[in-house]
């Protein structure tokens, strides 16, 4: 509409009868027609620019390696009576032919805010204020999410008959202070355990 506008005004303070005779005079400042020019020339550059930023932060996200499995993955909350038979719905639906796993988890691995201030282990220094994001998972989580295990082991059915046992990222790994992580000890909500291995870093947002 604005375009326009500039056109429009020009056109009609022309003299029909004068400009048939050649008597016409150029009406209106070089200046703004030159600013105009420009204005709209400033616009379409921040248009373009845009949409190629748009575009660019798109296929980030469609294409950014988070870390863990997103193909073919579906999350089902757990809510009311379903988290009491959370055993026998998971084993009905790993009966399903169109099912390959079935996991369990606090919370879902890209979107959870259930965390700890508190975590300790050997040597770390007193001073230290670290918030530490914690899920809880059964024993075939990491396979199921399709995520790396880069130092140690998985959970496995013994893990959990032993004694708690968790999985750290490799962020984590470097907070601690070692060089080796896995078999220390580390207690997380007063619950005393051995570090089982060490995943590799995914998105939680």
């Given at each position: ?27 209106g400042?070089n ?45 089902i ?12 719905y ?71 008959r ?44």
């Open positions: 509409t604005l375009s326009g506008t500039y056109p429009a005004f020009m056109l009609s303070s022309f003299s029909v009868a004068k400009s048939l005779k050649g008597r016409t005079k150029q009406v400042s200046y703004f027609r030159h600013a105009l020019v420009s204005f709209q020339f400033a616009i379409s550059i921040f248009l373009i620019s845009g949409t190629m930023i748009i575009s660019k932060q798109l296929s980030y996200i469609l294409n950014k390696d988070v870390g863990l499995q997103r193909d073919n993955l579906v999350s909350d757990l809510t009311g009576n379903l988290y009491d038979k959370k055993d026998v998971m084993n009905s639906l790993q009966t399903l032919q169109e099912v390959e796993e079935v996991t369990l988890s606090s919370a879902s691995p890209i979107n959870f805010n259930e965390s700890t201030g508190g975590a300790k282990w050997p040597g770390k220094d007193p001073n230290m204020v670290i918030e530490i994001f914690v899920l809880s998972v059964n024993e075939n989580f990491v396979e199921t999410m399709g995520m790396k295990v880069v130092k140690g082991e998985d959970f496995s059915n013994v893990f959990l032993d004694s708690a046992r968790f999985l750290i990222n490799e962020t984590f790994a470097g907070i601690m202070g070692f060089d080796d992580p896995v078999g220390k000890e580390l207690t997380m909500w007063g619950t005393t355990g051995t570090i089982a291995g060490v995943v590799g870093n995914f998105h939680m947002a």
